[in-house]
T-cell receptor
Framework: DGGITQSPKYLFRKEGQNVTLSCEQN?????MYWYRQDPGQGLRLIYYSQIVNDFQKGDIAEGYSVSREKKESFPLTVTSAQKNPTAFYLC???????????FGPGTRLTVT | GESVGLHLPTLSVQEGDNSIINCAYSNSASDYFIWYKQESGKGPQFIID?????DKRQGQRVTVLLNKTVKHLSLQIAATQPGDSAVYFCAERDSSASKIIFGSGTRLSIRP
């Protein structure tokens, strides 16, 4: 089946630790995105990548880092510099930067 | 600045009735609008989209209306069913940007 997978679904970390969230797609999409969602709020863009080996900061990139070494993978690292990392993280991809975005199931990160 | 907002955070509808979810946007340069449905604990799913050269588009049980004069977008769901319970997001894309801006969402609940 084609689609976007995110793992794990739930992730727990201690404050001060870096954590990497996985996002894989087999849709052959060029563009990939990471969003953060807080309760009762919309999606905010963290980072996006239009093509392999290239990525740009979104609206709330501070405290996060990404890499795009392969077309199908776009991992997000939540660093200890992120002041409020507990949130629901969503990965998406699109065939082109202005195309419809397909979302993964999300990873709920809790940092205590 | 750019913003996409929703008039109502929650909407309660009787099963079988039609639902209307509204959205206002402020960016005159936006040329593409999307409605997403997000069920609890899942990623958003594409419902329907509309380009700025149209004022109405119909899908299966859903209709999107676009009024560019007042920068207003609406999603109409016919014969609302229990499975329609979710948070609905409108989103806009600036014609020169490769990112989508999401509104905060409207939670639709269905009364039996």
């Amino acid at each position: 089946d084609g689609g976007i997978t995110q793992s794990p679904k739930y992730l727990f970390r201690k404050e001060g630790q870096n954590v990497t969230l996985s996002c894989e797609q087999n849709l052959n999409h060029d563009a990939m995105y990471w969003y953060r969602q807080d309760p009762g709020q919309g999606l905010r863009l963290i980072y996006y990548s239009q093509i392999v080996n290239d990525f740009q900061k979104g609206d709330i990139a501070e405290g996060y880092s990404v890499s795009r070494e392969k077309k199908e993978s776009f991992p997000l690292t939540v660093t200890s510099a992120q002041k409020n990392p507990t949130a629901f993280y969503l990965c998406a991809s699109s065939i082109s930067p202005d195309g419809e975005q397909y979302f993964g199931p999300g990873t709920r990160l809790t940092v205590t | 600045g750019e913003s996409v907002g929703l008039h109502l955070p929650t909407l309660s509808v009787q099963e079988g009735d039609n639902s209307i979810i509204n959205c206002a946007y402020s960016n005159s340069a936006s040329d593409y609008f999307i409605w997403y449905k997000q069920e609890s604990g899942k990623g958003p799913q594409f419902i329907i989209d509309i380009r700025s050269n149209m004022d109405k588009r119909q899908g299966q049980r859903v209709t999107v209306l676009l009024n560019k004069t007042v920068k207003h977008l609406s999603l109409q769901i016919a014969a609302t069913q229990p499975g329609d319970s979710a948070v609905y997001f409108c989103a806009e894309r600036d014609s020169s940007a490769s990112k989508i801006i999401f509104g905060s969402g409207t939670r639709l609940s269905i009364r039996p």
